[in-house]
């Protein structure tokens, strides 16, 4: 285990677990706003030494998963992806303040950032809440079978999780 809280801990994925991870990231609702990986590309990721592919638990088994980069030489960790099955129960926040105690207090990251569909505006809400900040927009930087999709680039930096 990586982490834990009341509710919620953080294990490693194992293969095991894909068949769950996939499930949820192809989720209709989590789709909307997660890429879609090949069960390969998740394999990679697990096996990558500069990845975290991380499974969200309850006892009640997996609700979700996360994905993180990090880059030790510069101690930043890119925030990839957070998919969570059980919407409105809280857990998301839950996730999402562990993960900062995991990237500043576990891997000593002095930055954390992700990128976030502008529309995805419960994520924007949740990350601006828990102290994220918004550093910049990507203009239609995603194609869909819709047109183009913008993203938002969020971070927050050691000082402003130690205040």
């Known amino acids: 285990m990586l982490l834990s809280s009341n ?10 677990d894909l068949d769950r991870v996939l499930a949820l990231e192809r ?9 879609r990986w ?7 990721a697990m096996d990558a030494i500069d990845f975290l592919h991380i ?14 980069h990090t880059d030790s030489i510069n101690r930043v960790v890119e925030f990839k992806r957070l998919v ?15 993960l900062k ?11 954390l950032w992700l990128d976030v569909y502008t529309d995805n505006v419960p994520a924007i809400s949740l990350y601006l809440d828990l102290g994220f900040v918004q550093e910049g927009l ?6 869909t079978a819709h047109g183009y999709r913008s993203m938002l680039v969020m971070s ?3 000082y402003e999780y130690n205040k």
């Not at 090949?38 to 990679?44: I, T």
């Not at 499974?55 to 993180?68: E, F, N």
């Not at 969570?84 to 562990?98: D, H, M, N, S, T």
């Not at 990507?138 to 194609?143: A, K, M, P």
């Open 38 to 44: 090949s069960r390969e590309q998740h394999q990679g």
């Open 55 to 68: 499974t969200i638990k309850t006892s009640a088994g997996i609700i979700g998963y996360m994905i993180l």
């Open 27 to 35: 989720d209709q609702y989590n789709s909307r706003y997660v890429f």
């Open 101 to 111: 105690q995991l990237a500043f207090e576990k891997l000593n990251c002095h930055r």
């Open 7 to 16: 509710r919620i801990r953080f294990t490693t994925t194992r293969p095991e």
């Open 84 to 98: 969570i099955g059980p919407k409105g129960q809280g857990y998301g926040r839950e996730a999402v303040e562990l």
């Open 156 to 158: 927050m930096l050691e």
């Open 138 to 143: 990507l203009r239609d930087c995603q194609t």
